[in-house]
């Protein structure tokens, strides 16, 4: 890759580290990556990762930016309320790094569309808000083999861990199934720090930008838990279940499921 | 000690950092193991910061050589891709 004045200033930081170089700032600049979610993780994701000038950035969201999202959805602001989430971030990370090529999709994903979606990236990010996407992403990923790197957030805890085509655990070697909606919190108890998801959408970034260098090692078979309250990272092993319905010997779950409605997305 | 013969010469008068070593590291990626890279500098920093660099990062440093009142000369082996 040749690089011009600009960006050998740009990335000079990586390109005179190691393990990144000329050469790994090259990989950066040819992987795609599909972020689920332009919320709390998504955000900080999609920042980063442009900062880090990641070829070909995709964020798909439904919803639209609301002053309430702006506590820790850090790639809005005042003067894009009302906008799609998705053109927001995009027109965030341009500022930052025109190298880089954002797609904005503006969607709920389905069982339809999903598959479609993400065939053409290397990565996918999970930045999701509730259960019926978080299912979905995973079992799409794991049928379409590709690496999933998986962030959750919730009142002062995050967790993140990622999820390799056939090695490891997936999402649902962890919990097989979604919740029922009735046990999972109310809109009004599902506080979160603000800054919790820049915590955890830092992680993802930096799983991401490993799997494309292919350097260190990532939270493979790993849960990492993060408690900003009591600031501990605690790292769980994740067995691969023999018996989970999607990954295991015999798995029941053999296509895509879009779960029913019914269960709270934080604005 | 007999004269070594560089694979590659760059240039990096009127350089500073960081791009002395960004593109002396650049110059370093694109060769091949065993090469002698030869850098001409003006930067007196850089005289001493990019050999430190590329040792640190596994190459072997040849010489290190003030060649008139402005520049240097380094010459840097590639020992390690
Ligand atoms: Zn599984």
């Known amino acids: ?267 | 000690m007999s004269e070594m013969i560089p694979d590659k010469k760059i240039n990096i008068k009127g350089l500073v950092c960081p791009y002395t070593f960004v593109k002396s590291k650049l110059a370093i990626e694109s060769m091949d193991v065993g090469q002698v890279l030869e850098i001409l500098l003006d930067y007196e920093e850089a005289s001493r910061s990019i050999p430190k660099s590329m040792e640190d990062h596994g190459q072997k440093v040849l010489k290190v050589e003030k060649v008139n009142d402005t520049d240097w000369i380094l010459q840097i082996r590639k020992d390690k891709d």
Not at chain 1, 111 to 125: M, S, T
Not at chain 1, 176 to 200: K, R
Not at chain 1, 213 to 230: F, P, Q, R, T
Request: with cysteine.
């Open chain 1, 1 to 267: 890759m040749d690089f011009t004045d600009d960006q050998l200033l740009r990335y000079s930081r990586h390109i005179i580290l190691p393990e990144v170089g000329g050469k790994g700032q090259a990989k950066i600049a040819g992987a795609k990556v599909f972020i689920v979610g332009a919320g709390g993780l998504g955000c900080p994701v999609g920042y980063y990762l442009t900062a880090a000038g990641v070829g070909t950035i995709a964020m798909v969201d439904n919803d639209t930016v609301e002053m309430s999202n702006l506590q820790r959805q850090i790639a809005h602001s005042v003067n894009t309320i009302g906008m799609p989430k998705v053109e927001s971030a995009k027109k965030t990370f341009e500022a930052l790094n025109p190298d880089v090529n954002i797609i904005a999709i503006q969607k709920r994903m389905s069982k339809d569309d999903i598959a479609d979606l993400i065939r053409d990236y290397d990565i996918v990010v999970d930045g999701s808000d509730n259960f019926p996407t978080r299912y979905l992403v995973n079992d799409a990923c794991f049928m379409a083999k590709k690496p999933l790197v998986s962030g959750a957030i919730l009142r002062f805890e995050g967790q993140v861990t990622t999820i390799l085509p056939g090695e490891g655990p997936c999402y649902r070697c962890l919990f097989e199934e979604p919740p029922p909606p009735g046990l999972v919190p109310s809109c009004q108890e599902a506080g979160v720090l603000g800054v919790l998801p820049g915590v955890i959408g830092g992680l993802q970034a930096t799983e991401v930008l490993k799997l494309i260098l292919g350097k260190g090692e990532v939270l493979k078979g790993e849960l990492l838990i993060y408690n900003a309250l009591k600031t501990t990272f605690r790292k769980v092993k994740v067995p691969k279940n023999p018996a989970c319905p999607l990954c295991g010997q015999n798995p029941t779950i053999t296509e895509l499921i879009d779960y029913n409605e019914g269960y709270c997305s934080p604005q």
